[in-house]
């Protein structure tokens, strides 16, 4: 089975500090991970991913994640926060099994 | 390019009355299918999922079905619907892989 836990629901950041946005996975194989962001009254939008290839993976708008195995987390990051970042960001796990399974999502504020 | 479509948009009905949720994706053929439900704090809930015309995976018991008459057509139904099936519906495709899931503007449901 699979499961995603993203472990905060609400995350604030003043603009112009690094956002850290935390996920861990539970896989009984080699997971795909992906991170979405939903903006208001908006749909979902890929991020990034990572498929068994490097494990720093780069994404739009300035994000990355790591895939760490040992701690089976996958957390988004980004250098420095913009107030366009504001949005509610989902961690997906997916695998052989063609399911791709939601965290809760995080929302992120970004302070001026 | 591919593009998904979901309709209707809004969609208010009284308790007891049927529903009929349509979704297709032009531009690429046998893609995996999917159906979401997005409560606030949630997250995306898998509903039910199809990796070919006929065959429909569901995830949660519930007061809904699926069905995938044609190769890229996705219909989600109820013969009588529940107050809590009140909710944010998202139709999504995929290539498979897993590769990126693509989703459609969403329809939401108000059961009065």
């Known amino acids: 089975a699979q499961s995603v836990t993203q472990l905060d629901s609400h995350v604030s950041v003043s603009e112009g500090t690094p956002v850290l946005l935390r996920c861990n996975y539970s896989?009984?194989?080699?997971?795909?991970l992906f991170w979405y962001v939903q903006h208001p009254n908006k749909g979902l939008q890929l991020l990034l991913k990572?498929?068994?290839?490097?494990?720093l993976v780069k994404g739009i708008n300035g994000f990355e994640a790591e895939f760490k195995k040992s701690e089976t987390s996958f957390h988004l990051t980004k250098p420095s926060a913009h107030m366009s970042d504001a949005a509610e960001y989902f961690c997906?796990?997916?695998?052989?099994?063609?399911?791709?399974?939601f965290g809760t999502g995080t929302r992120l504020k970004v302070l001026a | 390019s591919q593009t998904i479509h979901q309709w209707p948009a809004t969609l208010v009905q009284p308790v007891g009355s049927p529903l009929s949720l349509e979704c297709t994706v032009e531009?690429?053929?046998?893609?995996?299918l999917y159906w979401y439900r997005q409560a606030a704090g949630r997250g995306l809930q898998l509903l039910f999922y199809?990796?070919?015309?006929?065959?429909i995976s569901s995830e949660v018991p519930q007061n809904l079905s699926a069905s995938r008459p044609q190769d890229r057509q996705f219909i989600l139904s109820s013969k009588k619907l529940l107050l809590s099936d009140s909710g944010f519906y998202l139709c999504?495709?995929?290539?498979?892989?897993?590769?990126?899931?693509?989703f459609g503007e969403g329809s939401r449901l108000t059961v009065l």
């Open positions: 999504a495709w995929s290539e498979g892989g897993p590769g990126e899931l693509f």
């Open positions: 896989s009984s194989y080699s997971p795909s």
């Open positions: 990572y498929t068994s290839a490097a494990t």
């Open positions: 997906v796990v997916s695998g052989r099994t063609y399911k791709y399974i």
């Open positions: 531009g690429t053929s046998n893609p995996n």
């Open positions: 199809s990796v070919g015309i006929g065959q």
